[in-house]
Structure formats: C-alpha cells, structure tokens
C-alpha cells in the first residue's frame, strides 16, 4: 500500500488539503495513517477512488452527511439516491424559475397564483412528536429515523387516510443556514397510544384538537421539499389567508402523503396550516 503525503494526495485527488481535512473530520475520507507526534497525513493511493467519488458528490451539490449515506450503501441503492438528489436538484431549480417569475410580477404591480390552496377538516388525534433543531439537508435523514426505523418498524399503526399522514412542523426558519426548531409528528390509534408512548419514552404524546386546515400540494415526491419549494408554498397558504381573511392557528407543516398517481416515489409533500 503506497502512502503518499496530503499534499501529494491533493494533487493526486484534486481536492485542496483543507477539503481533506474537513472530510477528515466528517469521517468521509479519513487518511491511512496519522503521524502521532506531528499529526500529519498520510494517504493510500488505494484511496483515490473514493476521494473522487467524494468530489463529485460534491460537484453534484450532494449535501456532506448526505455523502456519508451514499457512500455507506451499496451500489444499487447509491444509485438511486444519487438519482433522488438529482430529481430534487432540478425540482429546485424549476422552484427558483417560478419564484424569479413571481417577484417579476410583483414589480410590475400584477398578481400570481402560484399554488391552488383548499380547506380540510382534521379530527382530533394523538400523536408522538418530538422537537429538534435542524437545517435543511438534515430534515430527511432524521425524518428517515424517526418515522422509518423507529416507528414504522417499531410496528406503530397509525389511523387511516389523511388524519394518519405523518408530519413535520416548521416552528423556525429552516435552510442551509438557519437550523430551525423541527416538530417531528407521527399520528398513533387512540386505543394504542398509551402503549406506544411507553415504547419510545424519548417522545412526547400530545393530542391535537379538531380543526380546520388550508393546503397546497406541490409536486414533491418522496416528501423532499427544497427551501425554494416550500417558501413558495408557505407564501401562497399566506397569501390566501389574508385574501380570505382566515387565521392560522399554527406553524406550517409539511405532510407526507400517499403519492395519489402512484409512481413508486414514495409520499408526497403536502404544505399545510392550521386555521382558527
């Protein structure tokens, strides 16, 4: 195994030594041997392979913990998130378009309509939930956690149709610079909720009341809403609100929902608030 200095292996990888000391300390490409007295690199030649995987990840706007998943999977199942994260990269950029062409209307004084919103009438319910902090590359990777790992496979049913849809509450700003508060919600059976409740103690069970609420349902398959994406649904549930002269009672959320065409891509993200 030939071992070559940072340096070396920077211009052998194309990566700059601060990127590889970075992904050092990400546990993304972490070097062969380490000088105990000096600290410093040593890379394997054998690394080169997964450095440039690493760079194009990169080049591919793949967010940084997202590249440790990919990495961590094999071939197969790599693909397809390497093909999800493209899917939502040009759904993003279809979101920036229309939002260029909203704020293009606003100044020449028209008005659009960016999403059809509707109203909905929600029962009461119990629901698990918890609360963290969060920016927007980590909103799937802990909703994959939570809702996947743990509580699906931890066998807790949830009521039928929409009142079962698991969902996220945006209680802050949250982007690739903002790590707003996230509720974490996943609806439970009255009759089980006590049991369910004692089977993840980490997790608060509330209940929520019947209510009414206003929706928008962009295309987001696989429940991946991009910030651009949600800020303009956010903005259309506001606008209609005003419009209506109807008071949200809560955060924004975002529900995932069975796909109604039925494509294979998993839910569909549907914006939602809560109204008085």
Do not use: N
């Amino acid at each position: 195994m030939g071992l070559v200095a940072i340096g070396e292996f920077a211009r052998m990888s194309r990566l700059s030594p601060k990127a590889l000391r970075l992904y050092d300390e990400l546990g993304l490409l972490v070097p062969a041997h380490v000088d105990p007295d000096t600290g410093y690199r040593k890379y394997a030649t054998a690394q080169l392979e997964r450095a440039r995987k690493v760079a194009d990840l990169r080049r591919l706007g793949v967010p940084l913990a997202r590249i440790k998943d990919v990495l961590a999977m094999d071939a197969g199942p790599a693909a397809e998130e390497i093909r999800a994260h493209w899917a939502e990269t040009e759904a993003e950029h279809a979101a920036r378009r229309e939002l260029a062409r909203l704020l293009l209307d606003r100044l020449h004084g028209e008005k659009s309509v960016m999403y059809e919103v509707t109203v909905r009438d929600m029962p009461a319910r119990r629901l698990l939930s918890v609360v963290r902090r969060a920016h927007e590359d980590e909103l799937i990777p802990l909703g994959r956690e939570l809702f996947i790992h743990r509580l699906r496979r931890g066998g807790v049913p949830r009521p039928e149709g929409i009142a079962g849809a698991p969902f996220m509450i945006y209680h802050g700003e949250v982007s690739g610079d903002s790590d707003g508060p996230v509720e974490w919600c996943w609806p439970v059976l009255d009759d089980q909720a006590a049991a369910a409740a004692a089977g993840f103690p980490d997790l608060e069970l509330r209940t929520e009341p019947a209510h009414q609420e206003a929706r928008v349902r962009p295309e987001v398959p696989g429940g991946r809403a991009g910030a651009t994406k949600a800020e303009l649904a956010i903005e259309a549930l506001a606008a209609w609100a005003a419009r209506e002269k109807r008071t949200p009672s809560g955060a924004v959320r975002l529900l995932l929902v069975p796909d109604p065409a039925g494509r294979g891509t998993g839910p569909i993200g549907e914006f939602a608030v809560p109204l008085k």
